[in-house]
């Protein structure tokens, strides 16, 4: 059985435990109210730049169609399939879901394969995945302005995105989810627009312009919501591991009150024994 010393160092690393957790849980809180501000502030962002991206679309197809040119920047008719996953721990198994429903995708339907992040590459590699991929490692999950600008570079020539990721549903429920942020193809009954416009310097440069700031756009919109849901899972993660910590206290304290108690009872049975053989003494 422990000491009384033991027990009550046990305790102490216990209550220093259920801090960190607290502490982690009460970040991770704060951090889900900024992101879903940021959230909220590029969707407003993405509509007004889609709103124009298209007036311009608009214009550039009727100009084709009147001048009898060719698409303007046609894909390579390609599929590209991109996983993002976190550098970081502490989101309750997220990125092992998402992980696999990427693997079991890939397997079913060939593309072509980049991964984003620590665990997936790590995954991956412990289970030697077999098929080809292209790596790609941010210093932080939230990636800079120059590392998504890189990412845009290397997907814009795709016809197809498609990117597995972490959805936010509730505070307390997240999942994998699959985005496909491929640019659709304008139709005859789309090439309506609102405002009339000169567009300077040409259209195919505001084109160019346009969809890279929408893919970026939609880029930073799904690391926000993966960045949130996997936010949310840590948060839950701490309070369970709270919860956790708790019952241990709890448990801890119990023990200690138990050999607190056996301790006083072994010093009253010694106290007793002392004073029944001192007595004893002073009768002979």
């Known amino acids: ?14 209550d220093s435990l259920k801090l960190v957790t607290d502490a982690l849980g009460d970040l991770a809180a ?10 909220l502030q590029n969707t407003q962002f993405f509509n007004e730049i889609a709103e124009v991206y298209h007036d311009v679309r608009v214009v550039s197809a009727k100009h084709r ?18 996983l993002l996953t976190s550098n970081e721990g502490f989101f309750g198994g997220l990125d092992y879901r998402i992980t696999q429903q990427f693997v079991d995708t890939a397997k079913k339907f060939p593309c072509e394969q980049i991964v984003v992040g620590k665990f997936g590459v790590k995954y991956l590699a412990s289970t030697h995945y077999s098929l080809p991929y292209t790596q790609i490692l941010f210093d932080r999950d939230t990636p800079t302005p120059e590392e998504l600008h890189n ?20 505070t307390l ?3 994998p989810e699959i985005s496909d942020i491929s640019s659709a193809e304008e139709t005859p009954e789309s090439l309506e627009s609102k405002i009339d416009y000169i567009i300077e310097p040409e259209i195919d440069k505001m084109l160019v312009f346009f969809e890279n700031q929408l893919l970026t756009l939609l880029y ?28 241990q206290i709890a448990a801890e304290k119990r023990e200690l009150t138990k050999a607190s108690r056996q301790r006083q009872n072994v010093l009253i049975l010694e106290t007793y024994a002392g004073i029944r053989n001192l007595l004893s003494y002073r009768k002979e």
């Open 30 to 39: 704060l951090e889900i109210q900024r992101t879903r501000a940021e959230v």
């Open 65 to 82: 169609l009147l001048h009898k040119l060719p698409a303007h920047t046609p894909k390579n008719g390609r599929t590209v399939a991109v």
């Open 1 to 14: 059985m422990a000491s009384i010393n033991d027990l009550k160092h046990q305790l102490e690393e216990s």
């Open 173 to 175: 429920h997240q999942e």
């Open 151 to 170: 990412l845009v570079n290397k997907t814009i020539e795709y016809s197809k995105v498609l990117l597995f990721h972490a959805k936010f549903v509730t």
């Open 220 to 247: 930073k919109a799904i690391f926000l919501q993966s960045q949130l849901s996997k936010t949310a899972a840590r948060m839950v993660s701490m309070y369970e591991a709270g919860l956790n910590v708790e019952k």
